[in-house]
């Protein structure tokens, strides 16, 4: 407290009030961001959020899940962070959403704390102010609550912290926190594996003493990763990805070129690809120059801390392309969004004098601005993909289903699981395909690859005497919703949605 308090005296009065009065200005201006995405039709849940809210319910129960549900990776802390929010104030999205948000406050103080190792004069600020400014897709995703993106930004930021720590001075104190965080964050999210493979081989060749208690930081990283660890030996290894085929890693490589980085950037629009500019050629040149500014700083700045962000950045495509899964999405940069830390970091390089930082700052803020607007004006038009969007509220669906009585339904993936959290479990809903799901002798079949993400609702709904049928009302056509009209289901209308009633007789 002294060192600090001294540090404060030597402050300007004038230089520490308007420190204080940015600082405000960008909590204020990220925090009008969050809530505009909140309440805009880009902030409505979907069935992924509902997911989340209901592992916290379940969690409040004693059923915690390892991963998310149905999936094989993305460790369940966030909704654990979130079980003494939803046990104070209820279930409710909002409840939901702060967790993330304050994650994304977390992992801007970290990537200021990085800064003040790696970056000179003013660069330390605006790097945390572009990470709570910037990047659109994550302001957009990180929203929302989707389980371990946000939290694999902190865990991203994080690393990059303790590894420069441990260049500083490498105790086995400080390699054995490095080593416990790797692990839980192995167990999060398997895409920090890019952020910190660079990250740990540049420690090494910087600070090859700290190999000494390598041994420590590995038996704490297994400690970390031990859910992870027992999950996959009761479930045969099943985390353990598909790798992609050469062709499958070259055409992941030109997908991050373009369109995902330019998308991360705020270049293009996400899902769309809508040029920020309507110029091509201009924003292509923005691009070309960012990225030879990368290779110059690269080179400028090999020598000193710095380099470690350049390194990560370098060196990141080459292993996030051998996964499989991220030739999967291309229509947005969801799995770009843990590299927002190391792109926030070398774009900071820009604001070394505050007034470039103030101008840097303030371009970001714009280009968040014009994309989130773009978003939001794409999803009420129905995104490309065509995923129809669920309305916010489902009362009118709600209400059309008590009255008839029917307290179990099979329904469309995007209305399942919204259905069962905002009834609060009350109606019981699992997931079929309205196109590639049949119905013989009343059993509905799946196709072999469709797996529900929560069993337990399926078995319910199975057994259940009297089961529904929820789809969009542009599903009418699909092979299902025909035939539950030919076996007598009588079709309601209600909103966006088609409901189909099992006979009376039933």
Do not use: C
């Not at 700052?361 to 004006?377: E, G, H, K």
Request: charged share 15%; no cysteine; aromatic share 10%.
């Amino acid at each position: 407290m002294t060192v600090v308090a001294a540090a404060l005296a030597r402050v300007r009065p004038q230089t520490q009030a308007a420190r204080i009065v940015a600082f405000a200005l960008v909590a204020v201006a990220g925090l009008g961001l969050r809530i505009w995405v909140d309440r805009a039709a880009v902030g409505i849940p979907d069935s992924d959020e509902a997911i989340v809210g209901l592992m916290v319910r379940h969690a409040l129960h004693g059923e915690v899940s390892t991963f998310y549900w149905g999936q094989p990776y993305g460790g369940s802390q966030e909704a654990l962070l979130t079980v003494p929010l939803f046990a104070i104030f209820g279930a409710s999205y909002t409840a939901l959403r702060v967790v993330p948000i304050v994650l994304s406050a977390v992992a801007a103080l970290l990537v200021w704390r990085v800064g003040r190792r790696t970056l000179p004069g003013a660069g330390a600020a605006l790097a945390g102010a572009l990470m709570w400014l910037w990047f659109p897709e994550s302001l957009v995703h990180l929203t929302h609550q989707y389980d371990f993106y946000a939290s694999e930004v902190v865990y991203a930021a994080l690393l990059l912290l303790l590894v420069l720590r441990v260049v500083e001075r490498p105790s086995a104190l400080r390699v054995g926190l490095l080593g416990l965080t790797l692990g839980l964050a192995f167990w999060q999210s398997v895409q920090v594996i890019p952020i910190v493979l660079p990250a740990l081989a540049w420690g090494a060749w910087k600070q090859p003493r700290a190999l000494r208690h390598a041994w420590l930081g590995g038996a704490l990283a297994v400690v970390g990763a031990l859910p992870w660890i027992v999950w996959n030996i009761r479930h045969d290894w099943g985390s353990l990805m598909d790798r992609a085929d050469l062709h499958q890693y070259t055409h992941s490589l030109r997908l991050f070129a373009s369109p995902l980085l330019p998308m991360t950037l705020g270049l293009r629009t996400p899902l769309t690809g809508e040029l920020l500019l309507p110029s091509k050629v201009v924003i292509t040149l923005v691009y070309a120059v960012l990225l030879v500014l990368a290779v110059v700083g690269a080179v400028r700045y090999r020598h000193r801390a710095v380099a470690l962000p350049f390194i990560v950045f370098f060196v990141f495509p080459f292993v996030w392309a051998i996964a499989k899964r991220v030739t999967y999405l291309s229509a947005k940069p969801t799995y770009l969004i843990v590299l927002t830390p190391v792109i926030a970091l070398l774009v900071a390089l820009l604001g070394r004098r505050p007034p470039a930082a103030v101008a840097v700052a303030v371009a970001a803020l714009a280009i968040s601005a014009v994309s989130i607007q773009r978003m939001d004006d794409d999803t009420k038009a129905f995104h490309p993909r065509g995923i129809p969007v669920v309305p916010r509220d489902l009362s009118r669906l709600v209400a059309t289903l008590d009255r008839a009585g029917v307290a179990h339904v099979y329904a469309d993936y995007w209305i399942t699981y919204r259905l069962a959290f905002d009834t609060r479990e009350r109606i019981v809903a699992t997931e079929v395909d309205p196109g590639g799901s049949s119905i013989q002798n009343g059993v509905v079949h799946r196709p072999s690859d469709q797996i529900p993400r929560q069993p337990s609702y399926a078995r319910a709904v199975d057994e259940s005497r009297r089961r529904g049928f929820v789809f969009f009302r542009r599903s009418a056509g699909l092979a299902l919703p025909q035939r539950l009209e030919q076996l007598g289901y009588r079709r309601i209308l209600t909103g966006e949605f088609a409901v189909y009633l099992p006979p009376l007789t039933s």
